[in-house]
């Protein structure tokens, strides 16, 4: 079931999230929810806190379209254990923040360690873009989104257009 995505700014994405006891059938429904809330979107990542559940799991897939099969990956309580010096820029977005990017600088691999559905401890290192988006949603577990990588007046600039979008949306409903 896709579940609604709240937009920037809202406490809820400010807030650092709390580790995952047990992987349950609910945390389950909920990964499954997340996967497919974020194809829909589309997206390729997401977490917790951006549908209102403030624990610490994310989903992503960053196989894009016609590059191959798809690689949905759920993780609970993942964890970068190692980065590399090196670091790469992309363009980043996010779905809290539709429709606004911005450069950000982070490292070109890290190595994460998660518990996966079934409850067993994954490790496995990354690169290129899987690298940016597990660290850019392991932020969100931590109440940081990709603006708060920004100079402020730019970081101002993204959240009043944010706050006008959500004026918007409010009074079509
Ligand atoms: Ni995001």
Known sequence: MKRPI???PDPRLKKVCVPVPDV???LRVLADDML???YAAPGIGLAAPQVGILQRVIAMDCVKEGEGDARPLVMFNP???ASSEETNVYEEGCLSIPEQYAEVTRPKEVQ????DRD???QSETFDG???TCVQHEIDHLNGKLFIDYLKPLKRQMI???MQKLKRERAREQ
């Open 24 to 26: 349950s059938d609910e």
């Open 159 to 161: 959240t009043r257009k």
């Open 112 to 115: 994460v360690k998660w518990i």
């Open 79 to 81: 964890e970068v254990v």
């Open 36 to 38: 497919e809330t974020m």
């Open 6 to 8: 709240l937009i920037h």
């Open 129 to 131: 873009l899987w690298a």
């Open 119 to 121: 409850g067993h401890e």
